[in-house]
C-alpha cells in the first residue's frame, strides 16, 4: 500500500536556519523536503513516546 503525502505544513524560517537545514539534508542526500520530515517525525515519535512513558 502507498503511503500518500496530501498535507502541507508551511514553515517560515531565517535565512541562517534555511541555509543550515539544506547543508543537513545534503550532507546525507536528501531533498530539504525529505530532511525535514525525517527530523520531525523523529522528534514527534519521540517525544510522544517518552511522554507516553511518563504516564505508566
Same mark, same amino acid.
Given at each position: 500500500?502507498?503511503?500518500?503525502?496530501?498535507?502541507?505544513?508551511? =514553515?517560515?524560517?531565517?535565512?541562517?536556519?534555511? $541555509? %543550515?537545514?539544506? *547543508?543537513?539534508?545534503?550532507? @546525507?542526500?536528501? !531533498? =530539504?523536503?525529505?530532511?525535514?520530515?525525517?527530523? $520531525? %517525525?523523529?522528534? *514527534?515519535?519521540?517525544?510522544? @513516546?517518552?511522554? !507516553?512513558?511518563?504516564?505508566?
Amino acid at each position: 500500500m502507498q503511503n500518500l503525502k496530501t498535507d502541507r505544513i508551511n =514553515l517560515v524560517v531565517s535565512p541562517e536556519e534555511k $541555509a %543550515l537545514f539544506e *547543508a543537513a539534508a545534503k550532507e @546525507v542526500g536528501l !531533498s =530539504l523536503s525529505s530532511w525535514i520530515r525525517t527530523v $520531525a %517525525l523523529a522528534s *514527534a515519535r519521540k517525544v510522544v @513516546v517518552t511522554k !507516553s512513558d511518563t504516564r505508566k
